[in-house]
């Protein structure tokens, strides 16, 4: 296989719509997300997180340590992103944590769910750690941290879906569009996807 990597962003696009991964890798579209307020937004608090919790540690989720902004990979499957932190945690595991500016009402989206269950297969390859739960504080509902447990079904489910974006990228699959047609509205590519 050739070295190509995808980014924890690319799976999120396609979570979001599979042909995502056909505009921006094989016909090299771009997308501007940097001119999206929600993305400029999101870059803000997480700016502003890694400036202002350098030394915290959540004592309630028994964190013995933590790295802020790492960059990670998992070569094994050609993954790469960024955590926003890893926790250490006291029984010998570690688990991510991200910050989404978004309020808390009762359900995990599934974006943000595998954004988690892919950083949780990036610190296991890297840190040869056990990852069982991961976490998300939602910013917009004040800082609130919510539990999420990580199973070996979950990594399957991630690895899947990392073979189908590897699978789009090298052979120029064009791959059918979300079935909610709701998405094509916000979509920076509804003037051109048939």
């Known amino acids: 296989m050739n070295e190509i990597n995808i980014k924890i962003s690319d799976v ?19 997308q501007y997300e940097e001119k999206r307020f929600k993305v400029i937004k999101g870059r803000e608090i997480h700016e502003l997180k890694r400036k202002t919790n350098i030394d915290y540690s959540r004592k309630k989720i028994n964190v013995l340590s933590k790295e802020n902004n790492v960059i990670i990979t998992a070569k094994k499957y050609h993954i790469k992103g960024i955590v926003d932190e890893i926790l250490f945690l006291n029984d010998g595991t570690a688990a991510p944590l991200e910050y989404k500016f978004a309020e808390y009402k009762g359900t995990i989206f599934k974006t943000y769910k595998f954004q988690l269950i892919l950083h949780s297969l990036m610190i296991k390859e890297s840190f040869n750690l056990e990852v069982r739960k991961a976490f998300i504080c939602f ?56």
């Open 12 to 30: 999120l696009e396609y979570l979001f719509c599979p042909r995502f991964i056909y505009y921006i890798h094989c016909l090299k579209i771009p």
């Open 139 to 194: 910013v917009r509902s004040n800082n609130l941290v919510v539990e999420i447990n990580i199973s070996e079904k979950d990594i399957q489910k991630g690895i899947t879906i990392i073979e189908n974006i590897l699978d789009i990228i090298q052979h120029g699959f064009y791959p059918s569009k979300t079935k909610q047609k709701r998405k094509c509205l916000d979509c920076c590519y509804n003037k051109i996807c048939v």
